[in-house]
């Protein structure tokens, strides 16, 4: 059974494990604890658009910039006050390829503010553009 793939543009907030996409890491931040857990963020993107995303305990030794990678199951949401994809509990995060992908650093879906969709609660929808660029990471000037 194939599993469609979504594009970057396309995911909404949501705390369900249901997002299947692949991207290319662009950059990568530096890694913290967060009491036992290694965390570090990356920008990452496909030909539509970026986003954060956040690599958890052993994914942060996994990838690095140029990675083509594939998330299955993954979720899009808040992550201490940041919007960021992430493969959680139930997700995985897998190498694909490297260096060999289309993308686009504009729009960055982790810089939209989003609120509930007045017609069903449960859903989000797009209200405004937070930056134009990452501010977790900024252009190169």
């Known amino acids: 059974m194939t599993t ?9 907030p949501s705390a369900q494990n249901n997002i299947n996409t692949k991207f290319i890491v662009l950059e990568k931040g530096i890694a913290t ?3 036992q857990n290694k965390l570090c963020m990356a920008l990452v993107a ?25 998330l299955t199951n993954g979720i899009f949401s808040y992550q201490h006050s940041h919007l960021v994809l992430r493969s959680g509990k139930r997700g ?10 289309a993308y686009v650093e504009m729009p960055n879906m982790s810089e939209i503010h989003w609120i509930p969709d007045p017609t069903n609660t449960s859903k989000y929808i ?3 553009v937070i ?10 000037a």
């Open 92 to 101: 995985r995060m897998e190498k694909v390829g490297d260096f060999t992908m």
């Open 131 to 140: 930056s134009v660029h990452s501010r977790m990471f900024p252009p190169v």
């Open 46 to 70: 496909d030909e539509t658009a970026a986003v954060h995303v956040q690599f958890w305990g052993d994914e942060c030794n996994a990838f690095e910039g140029g990675d083509i990678i594939q």
């Open 33 to 35: 604890l967060e009491g």
């Open 4 to 12: 469609m793939m979504a594009l970057l543009k396309d995911i909404v």
């Open 126 to 128: 797009q209200h405004h």
